[in-house]
């Protein structure tokens, strides 16, 4: 981490601080609003859904800062060359169902249009040896979490504070296997500094959402840092080759998986459609339980830190591993199966 990196991720922070703000007063004065105004949230609706721009700007400042003080010519690098491209699909995706409310069928097109990009630019999950099934893999794993990091935006914080324990785990793991010196180090740098500006206005009370804008844009970055750090960076022996990325991802996104499958299990055993919004998230049922807003904000980052925390450690050091894999994942399964077991346990305060 150098000192260039380190004023870059300061300056970016308060930068992103006072960008936000500026955004909530514009927003405030121009009625700047989510398009959709009977959806289905935890808050109100109406708050300003500017989040997402503050990311975007963050993204693109990144990419200059790279090209300023590293090597311009990893700029048009295959791979970072698709992932720019698809991350400036996500935004402006996000961005289109905020102001016009897009069908979800133009989001899903787009979602698979990006995966076929980043096929395309040769950023895909490589477990396997037959194409075919990584390629299955990659989009049921793209197409998954950014769907995943928009349903978890269902209340104050939640998805940024998620956000930020798997972006700290990507740089941890980044900074120790390239040196920080790669385009995916900085623009997770950057992004990363957006996030922590955005509590201000964003943690409960929230004053402003990141609306689809932000959620999708900051889904396809963790999709796709997910697919480079946690699935293709395993240096693992060949013993648990095939099963390791599956247990790595899985402890970096504990939160956004258990949350979308307790919210898909509860909605077609209802003989609902997973795609409509509701109030049946995990986030909602520890608010059933009793829990404030903060406290359950503060609890599910806790815990997909340390799901971070844990799968970091095991791609970087696993012979270092003092207690088996097995008993690691069960503990982490245990903790996702009682967030599934408190939907069925707490009720809603009539």
């Known amino acids: 981490m150098t ?9 970016s922070t308060i930068f992103a601080a006072f960008l936000h703000t500026y955004l909530f007063n514009r927003a405030a004065k121009y009625k700047i609003k989510k398009a959709n105004q009977t959806g289905d ?4 609706q109406s708050k300003p859904i500017l989040g997402g721009i503050t990311f975007y700007v963050m993204f693109l400042l990144s990419l200059v800062y790279y090209a300023a003080f590293f ?6 690098d295959k791979q970072a060359l698709g992932a ?4 400036n699909l996500a935004f402006l995706m996000g961005l289109a169902d905020d102001m016009i409310n897009t069908p979800p069928g133009f989001k899903f097109l787009i979602q698979i249009l990006c995966v076929v990009i980043l096929i395309l630019f040769d950023v895909y999950i490589k477990v396997y040896d037959y194409s075919i099934v990584n390629y299955a893999i990659t989009t049921l794993w793209f197409v998954g979490i950014m769907n995943s990091i928009n349903m978890l935006d269902n209340m104050d914080a939640i998805t940024t504070s998620v956000g930020i324990t798997v972006l700290i785990g990507v740089l941890v793991a980044l900074l120790v296997l390239t040196g920080g010196h790669t385009v995916l180090f900085i623009v997770c740098l950057g992004v990363l500094a957006a996030l922590i500006g955005f509590m201000k206005v964003n943690w409960n009370p929230a004053k402003m959402y990141m609306g689809d804008n932000g959620s999708q844009f900051l889904g396809a970055l963790l999709a796709i840092v997910g697919i480079i750090v946690f699935w293709n960076g395993s240096t693992i022996g060949t013993e648990h080759k095939k099963l390791f990325p599956f247990f790595l991802v899985f402890l970096a996104f504990i939160i956004p998986i258990t949350d979308t499958t307790t919210v898909t299990i509860n909605r077609l055993m209802r003989g609902q459609s997973p795609f ?5 998230h995990t986030t909602h049922h520890l608010s059933y339980l009793g829990l404030k807003e903060r406290p359950i904000a503060a609890l599910l980052m806790f815990i997909n830190g340390l799901g971070v925390l844990t799968a970091v ?15 690691i994942g069960a503990l982490f399964v245990i903790v996702s199966l009682l967030l599934y077991l408190n939907t069925k346990y707490s009720k809603p305060v009539k």
């Open 3 to 11: 000192l260039n990196n380190i004023i870059f991720f300061i300056g």
């Open 41 to 44: 949230r935890w808050g109100s």
């Open 71 to 76: 090597d311009y010519s990893q700029m048009v």
């Open 84 to 87: 720019v491209i698809v991350l």
């Open 276 to 280: 409509v919004g509701g109030r049946d």
């Open 313 to 327: 450690f095991l791609l970087l050091y696993p012979e270092r591993v003092l207690l088996p894999l097995w008993l």
